[in-house]
């Protein structure tokens, strides 16, 4: 079982930063991935970036891409996700999940090949 949890989420003025952390405990091996996915109300979860643990190859969303970095600490089990120029559209709860792929090519963009999840952090993004 793993367990995982977010923090770094907050208010942020548009064009401002912030940065999340996913700490991971329990058992993990080192052929996982991290991926980040943030979900608004009424609308499906949606992927935003991942992480190859083996060799940290990093993977995004197009809508993120040159805005947003991934990053693992191995010694601290934990991946984080810089978040800078951020717009409205960032706003959104962005959870940090673990699964076997990173690469959305073997569906490491896709929820449902995920199988450990955090409870979630709120990402307001104001005027």
């Known amino acids: 079982q793993v367990q995982l949890v977010e923090s770094g989420g907050g208010l942020v003025q548009a064009g401002g930063s912030l940065r999340l952390s996913c700490g991971a405990s329990?058992?993990?091996?080192?052929?996982?991935?991290t991926g980040w996915f943030r979900q608004v109300p009424g609308k499906e979860r949606e992927f935003v970036a991942s992480?190859?643990?083996?060799?940290?190859?990093?993977y995004y969303a197009g809508s993120v891409k040159g805005r947003f970095t991934i990053s693992r600490d191995s010694a601290k089990n934990t991946v984080y996700l810089q978040m800078n120029s951020m717009g409205f559209e960032d706003t959104a709860v962005y959870y940090c999940?673990?699964?076997?792929?990173?690469?959305?090519?073997?569906?490491?963009?896709?929820?449902?090949?995920?199988?450990?999840w955090g409870q979630g952090t709120q990402v307001t993004v104001s005027s």
């Open positions: 992480i190859r643990w083996s060799n940290d190859y990093t």
């Open positions: 329990g058992r993990t091996y080192s052929n996982y991935a």
């Open positions: 999940a673990i699964g076997p792929y990173a690469s959305p090519y073997a569906g490491g963009s896709s929820p449902g090949n995920y199988i450990y």
